[in-house]
Antibody, heavy 121, light 108 residues
């Protein structure tokens, strides 16, 4: 059974860096195509933040690119998100998600339960 | 950047058919995926690669994609289908993932 689990602080101060980690169990990150981070502000839609391949290749949402870093640790079967210089507008539920182990699947077949990150002093 | 447009809401009576559209420039050339999200829950993939269903998703959910519009069809709608639905594509030219604006399906 494939499971993704986000972890990290639920409260971050303005101007600081948001850091989250997604632990994957049930299959190897190296078997999938791109793994991603997606967020959802309260009452709003889904916003793709960025994605990473097990080799470390990344793609970022252009609107966030200057502040986002996504990294992968295949030895721990996990990947991480850092978002710098956060403001209240970054308050959202953050999800990690991944593809089925099917070569070049571009869908997000598996999702974490999501973690609410609030930006506030 | 690539934009996917969905109607904000769709209302349907139980037992009827709901159709949710996802508009994008030449979307027919891309693989479209659909997610269902109920309040307080993570999204669930219900259709991938235009028209395939993951294991466990009822046959009532089907998809199509052509030209500038992709469509998710929910047949014989049930009260439990009430949720927000999002389309998503991967733009191979840029490597970027894009979500649609989302559609709230209300079962009357």
């Amino acid at each position: 059974q494939v499971q993704l689990q986000e972890s990290g602080p639920g409260l971050v101060k303005p101007s600081e860096t948001l850091s989250l980690t997604c632990a994957v169990s049930g299959y190897s990150i190296s078997s999938g195509y791109y793994w991603g981070w997606i967020r959802q502000p309260p009452g709003k839609g889904l916003e793709w933040i960025g994605s990473i391949y097990h080799s470390g290749s990344t793609y970022y949402n252009p609107s966030l690119k200057s502040r986002v870093t996504i990294s992968v640790d295949t030895s721990k079967n996990q990947f991480s998100l850092k978002l710098s210089s956060v403001t209240a507008a970054d308050t959202a539920v953050y999800y990690c998600a991944g593809p089925r182990p099917d070569g070049m699947a571009t869908s997000f077949d598996y999702w974490g339960q999501g973690t609410l990150v609030t930006v506030s002093s | 950047s690539y934009v996917l447009t969905q109607p904000p809401s769709v209302s349907v009576a139980p037992g009827q058919t709901a159709r949710i559209t996802c508009g994008g420039n030449n979307i027919g050339s891309k693989s479209v995926h659909w997610y269902q999200q109920k309040p307080g829950q993570a999204p669930v993939l219900v259709v991938y690669d235009d028209s395939d269903r993951p294991s466990g998703i009822p046959e009532r959910f089907s998809g199509s994609n052509s030209g500038n519009t992709a469509t998710l069809t929910i047949s014989r709608v049930e009260a439990g289908d009430e949720a927000d639905y999002y389309c998503q594509v991967w733009d191979s030219s840029s490597g970027l993932y894009v979500f649609g604006t989302g559609t709230k399906v209300t079962v009357l």
